[in-house]
């Protein structure tokens, strides 16, 4: 099942608590402001804060 | 006769009402200390419902919810409720509270929320604490009960609690592969 708008309309950054938005390849989810990324595995949205990746790496 | 057996722990999910957005980092924090780091947090949810808080917190209300990483035994709810009373009481002002905390445990069967008061359709816990059994899971989604609260009852809040439940079995799954050593 592949992640929803629906989906970013009920989860925000765990950290921020900020919206996020999915990346373009679509197996990650975006915190500008904390310049996040939250992994997608199996098609669970890991919205851990020490499992995220920075955004720029 | 059937064997009583525990029963698989529950994802701990904790709503909270507030009016002042500048104490939901407090909050959050406070509630993190206790319970662990959040793996799911929703966006702000209208809370325009009932009028019953805001006679104590103002208007307009806004509601937050969170689940938490570390899954918890069933059996620790009304433990649960009495500690988010007292984070609730650290936010108080002239005796009114400015962050209402709702705590509840989600399992694949069903979501039930923690309260101090009484009615029909709830259960004592102990402790002053009772078990309102707030949405079944049924046909794939969560369902409302009549008793249901209406926000509890509308799409945005059941959406996101289904989100933690697929979340639920994923940590389950990863719980009983560490269990089998994989």
Same mark, same amino acid.
């Given at each position: 099942?592949?992640?929803?708008?629906?989906?970013?309309?009920?989860?925000?950054?765990?950290? @921020?608590?900020? #919206?996020?938005?999915?990346?373009?390849?679509?197996?990650?989810?975006?915190?500008?402001? @904390?310049?996040?990324?939250?992994?997608?595995?199996?098609?669970?949205?890991?919205?851990?804060?020490?499992?995220?990746?920075?955004? #720029?790496? | 006769?059937?064997?009583?057996?525990?029963?698989?722990?529950?994802? =701990?999910?904790?709503?909270?009402?507030?009016?002042?957005?500048? =104490?939901? /980092?407090?909050?959050?924090?406070?509630?993190?200390?206790?319970?662990? &780091?959040?793996?799911?947090?929703?966006?702000?949810?209208?809370?325009?419902?009932?009028?019953?808080?805001?006679?104590?917190?103002? %208007?307009?209300?806004?509601?937050? &919810?969170?689940?938490?990483?570390?899954?918890?035994?069933?059996?620790?709810?009304?433990?649960?409720?009495?500690?988010?009373?007292?984070?609730?009481?650290?936010?108080?002002?002239? /005796?009114?509270?400015?962050?209402?905390?709702?705590?509840?445990?989600?399992?694949?069967?069903?979501?039930?929320? %923690?309260?101090?008061?009484?009615?029909?359709?709830?259960?004592?816990?102990?402790?002053?604490?009772? %078990?309102?059994?707030?949405? =079944?899971?049924?046909? /794939?989604?969560?369902?409302?009960?009549?008793?249901?609260?209406?926000?509890?009852?509308? %799409?945005? =809040?059941?959406?996101?609690?289904?989100?933690?439940?697929?979340?639920?079995?994923?940590?389950?799954? /990863?719980?009983?592969?560490?269990?089998?050593?994989?």
């Amino acid at each position: 099942m592949a992640i929803s708008e629906e989906l970013l309309e009920i989860l925000a950054c765990p950290k @921020c608590k900020g #919206d996020i938005f999915l990346n373009e390849a679509g197996d990650g989810l975006v915190c500008e402001h @904390c310049r996040l990324v939250y992994e997608i595995r199996d098609d669970i949205p890991i919205m851990l804060i020490d499992e995220a990746k920075p955004l #720029d790496g | 006769m059937s064997t009583p057996q525990p029963p698989k722990p529950a994802k =701990l999910v904790i709503g909270l009402i507030l009016k002042d957005e500048a =104490l939901l /980092g407090p909050a959050a924090e406070a509630l993190e200390q206790c319970f662990g &780091m959040p793996d799911m947090v929703s966006p702000w949810l209208s809370f325009d419902f009932t009028d019953y808080y805001q006679r104590e917190m103002g %208007a307009p209300l806004r509601r937050r &919810m969170f689940s938490f990483r570390a899954l918890v035994g069933q059996e620790t709810l009304s433990e649960v409720k009495l500690e988010t009373n007292r984070i609730e009481g650290r936010f108080l002002v002239d /005796g009114h509270r400015r962050v209402n905390i709702d705590p509840g445990i989600l399992t694949f069967e069903r979501f039930v929320l %923690a309260t101090g008061k009484n009615y029909t359709h709830r259960i004592y816990l102990g402790r002053g604490i009772f %078990a309102d059994l707030t949405l =079944l899971f049924s046909g /794939g989604a969560f369902q409302p009960l009549p008793w249901t609260y209406p926000d509890y009852a509308q %799409a945005p =809040l059941r959406g996101f609690l289904e989100e933690v439940r697929r979340r639920y079995r994923y940590d389950l799954k /990863g719980r009983e592969n560490q269990e089998a050593g994989c």
